[in-house]
């Protein structure tokens, strides 16, 4: 799984240009035959995970391209293609589908101004009709709302690593107390004898 480094992340960035997304788009073609046994191709194809957007929004400017309007975000971001698994973390600004940035924007407003998080999820599928022959599908995994960290974000919703499972024997505790085994019954004093000069304890 690679990791790039980028300062600002959108979805061309995460995973491609259009001839990448339509053929993450193909994956989700229904296929069949006609009455003479061709293969036939659906018009509409099943939607296909293609991006994972999370976000620590403290601001947004709106701006045109020669595609149109947009939001750029700006705070800090983490994308994530799921179709290769790549990852681009740390990044500074974010420009997303606009019913992502619409979302973001209108929630900022909500909060007075205040930073806000988000995370969705984005998928694409095979559409004949549109004019790149793929269209996409945001979901939220989680409302826009008051700010937390990218990580705080993740752990929620249950994608952070998980922990490294315990040993199964408990680690030992230098200097821990040690229970006094049961004092011994008394046994008869030895005899003492003499040998060598030395006084020794002969035992019974």
Not at 14 to 27: I, N, Q, T
Not at 101 to 121: E, T
Not at 161 to 185: G, M, R, T, W, Y
Request: proline share 9%; net charge neutral.
């Amino acid at each position: 799984m690679a990791t790039v480094i980028l300062k600002k992340l959108t979805l061309r960035d995460l995973c491609g240009g259009k001839l990448a997304m339509l053929k993450v788009a193909e994956k989700g073609q229904l296929k069949g035959t006609d009455a003479e046994g061709k293969e036939t191709i659906q018009p509409i194809g099943r939607w296909v995970p293609l991006a994972r957007i999370i976000g620590h929004v403290t601001s947004v400017r709106p701006g045109q391209s020669d595609n149109g309007p947009f939001i750029e975000l700006r705070g800090s971001f983490k994308g994530t293609n799921l179709d290769t698994g790549e990852i681009i973390p740390n990044c500074a600004k974010c420009i997303l589908p606009n019913t992502v940035g619409d979302l973001v924007f209108s929630a900022i407003q909500d909060a007075g101004g205040k930073p806000v998080d988000f995370a969705v999820d984005v998928n694409v599928r095979y559409a004949e009709s549109a004019a790149v022959m793929y269209e996409f599908q945001c979901v939220s995994l989680q409302d826009a709302k008051p700010a937390d960290s990218v990580a705080a974000i993740e752990a929620s919703l249950g994608l952070s690593k998980p922990a490294l499972a315990a040993p199964n024997d408990p680690p030992k505790i230098a200097n821990a107390p040690v229970s006094e085994a049961p004092a011994p019954a008394p046994t008869p004093e030895p005899e003492k004898v003499q040998a060598k000069g030395k006084t020794e304890r002969k035992v019974a």
